[in-house]
Nanobody, 124 residues
Framework: QVKLEESGGASVQAGGSLRLSCAAS????????MGWFRQVPGKKREAVAL????????WYADSVKGRFTISKDDAKNTLDLQMNSLKPEDTAMYSC?????????????????WGQGTQVTVSS
């Protein structure tokens, strides 16, 4: 079992920055796919940034490319999401996710580990 705990969510003004962090504990494995998803009420949860295991490439949603950066520290078992130039449409509950495989998917159903989420609110 892997436990995930997010932190760093806050309310900021448009154009601002936030850094989200996800701490993994338990049977965390550096080869596991890890990622960040977000969801607003009434909408489907969407993938924001994915960090596959091994040699697969990092993936970003088109809406965040050039503004968000995902990074992983295997020594600390953390997954961070640096969010710059935030927009009101980035407002959502952000959740850290993982799956017991190196391959990532943009759909949320293949992920078997989820954190509780951290709220990001961007005001105009």
């Amino acid at each position: 079992q892997v436990k995930l705990e997010e932190s760093g969510g806050a309310s900021v003004q448009a154009g601002g920055s936030l850094r989200l962090s996800c701490a993994a504990s338990g049977d965390a494995n550096s080869d596991y796919c890890m990622g960040w998803f977000r969801q607003v009420p009434g909408k489907k949860r969407e993938a924001v940034a994915l960090f596959p295991g091994r040699t697969f490439g990092i993936w970003y949603a088109d809406s965040v490319k050039g503004r968000f950066t995902i990074s992983k520290d295997d020594a600390k078992n953390t997954l961070d999401l640096q969010m710059n130039s935030l927009k009101p449409e980035d407002t959502a509950m952000y959740s850290c996710a993982g799956r017991s495989d190196s391959i990532c998917y943009v759909e949320d159903s293949p992920y078997n580990y989820w954190g509780q989420g951290t709220q990001v609110t961007v005001s105009s």
